[in-house]
T-cell receptor
Framework: EAGVAQSPRYKIIEKRQSVAFWCNPI?????LYWYQQILGQGPKLLIQ????????DSQLPKDRFSAERLKGVDSTLKIQPAKLEDSAVYLC?????????????FGPGTRLTVT | EDQVTQSPEALRLQEGESSSLNCSYT??????LFWYRQDPGKGPEFLFT???AGEEKEKERLKATLTKKESFLHITAPKPEDSATYLC?????????????FGKGTSLLVTP
């Protein structure tokens, strides 16, 4: 079974530029998450989707971050404009419905460097 | 507010030297406690879920245990390939979704 796919793996941009990350979850997984992991920290949830609806975006900086999950499968996370403090690894995770929803499976992440 | 504290921050072991990693938590209704392993440049890899105090789970050289206030990840006779960062996370019943609240992790280095 294929895992969670993310692209690009690395991105370097200047501050005030925009950037987008893509995620394809495990086939059949209804729930998709975006986490931000700053160096030396654990991942922090940015947004959670169930199918194509938002369940929790309370920690998403909505003045600069946006995310969508069209058709309840792939998802895109965008930052516009980027700040230096956005330098981090952006992780996508997915989980199934039911008891299996408790277990989240992560992709390899996108490492963003803002200069 | 949910809190997860992991200790130690870093641990260096000789191959074969058993030890334990600690995860202390406060949560308003525990739905589950998770252990993940993260290798450099990779996403977290799922290891275990524990749901209630007294529960234990094992996988190869790893054993996870849970009490009402903390969880331990016991590593028996570790090998160099066990070197990684181990992350603990809690999932709360007060959360309408299934978001995980992570600790900062314990960085484990096992030397030959």
């Amino acid at each position: 079974e294929a895992g969670v796919a993310q692209s690009p793996r690395y991105k370097i941009i200047e501050k005030r530029q925009s950037v987008a990350f893509w995620c394809n979850p495990i086939s059949g997984h209804a729930t998709l998450y975006w986490y931000q992991q700053i160096l030396g920290q654990g991942p922090k949830l940015l947004i959670q989707f169930q199918n194509n609806g938002v369940v929790d975006d309370s920690q998403l900086p909505k003045d600069r971050f946006s995310a969508e999950r069209l058709k309840g499968v792939d998802s895109t996370l965008k930052i516009q404009p980027a700040k230096l403090e956005d330098s981090a690894v952006y992780l996508c995770a997915s989980s199934a419905l039911g008891v299996e929803a408790y277990e989240q499976y992560f992709g390899p992440g996108t490492r963003l460097t803002v200069t | 507010e949910d809190q997860v504290t992991q200790s130690p921050e870093a641990l260096r072991l000789q191959e074969g030297e058993s030890s334990s990693l600690n995860c202390s938590y406060t949560v308003s209704g525990l739905r589950g406690l998770f252990w993940y392993r993260q290798d450099p440049g990779k996403g977290p890899e799922f290891l275990f879920t524990l749901y209630s105090a007294g529960e234990e789970k094992e996988k190869e050289r790893l054993k996870a245990t849970l009490t009402k206030k903390e969880s331990f990840l016991h590593i028996t006779a570790p090998k160099p390939e066990d070197s990684a960062t181990y992350l603990c996370a809690v999932q709360s019943n007060s959360n309408s979704g299934y978001a995980l609240n992570f600790g900062k992790g314990t960085s484990l280095l096992v030397t030959p």
